[in-house]
Nanobody
Framework: QLQLVESGGGLVQTGGSLKLSCAAS????????????VGWFRQAPGKEREFVST????????FYADSTKGRFTISRDNAKNAVYLQMNSLKSDDTAVYFC???????????????????WGQGTQVTVSS
């Protein structure tokens, strides 16, 4: 079963940057198909988990929530079975636990909902202080 492990969270000041990593335990989940995505979600205290970004593993096509577009960049390293989230110009509203997750979704559907993702990491805390 696919396992995902996030890392890279921490405390950063407003306007700063952080890079999150998501390591996948196996490559076979992503091979021989164009319908695998790895996404990032976040959940702030008292709020629902929300979509941040997702990337198609085979094509590299990326998609973002409006709140993160232009500030966050998702990328993947196929050789390392890893997905990254570079977060710049961080705001206090970005404070949350960030989760990576994997989905199987055939084109042209882009998975943006929590229930479209089958595998989840344990999360990593990002705190943006003013």
């Amino acid at each position: 079963q696919l396992q995902l492990v996030e890392s890279g969270g921490g405390l950063v000041q407003t306007g700063g940057s952080l890079k999150l990593s998501c390591a996948a335990s196996e490559r076979s989940y992503f091979t021989n198909t164009r319908g695998r995505f790895v996404g990032w979600f976040r959940q702030a205290p008292g709020k629902e988990r929300e979509f941040v970004s997702t990337i198609n593993w085979s094509t590299g096509s990326s998609f973002y929530a409006d709140s993160t577009k232009g500030r966050f960049t998702i990328s993947r390293d196929n050789a390392k079975n890893a997905v990254y989230l570079q977060m710049n110009s961080l705001k206090s509203d970005d404070t949350a636990v960030y989760f990576c997750a994997a989905a199987s979704s055939l084109p042209p559907t882009i998975p943006r909902s929590v229930n479209q993702y089958s595998y989840w990491g344990q999360g990593t805390q990002v705190t943006v202080s003013s």
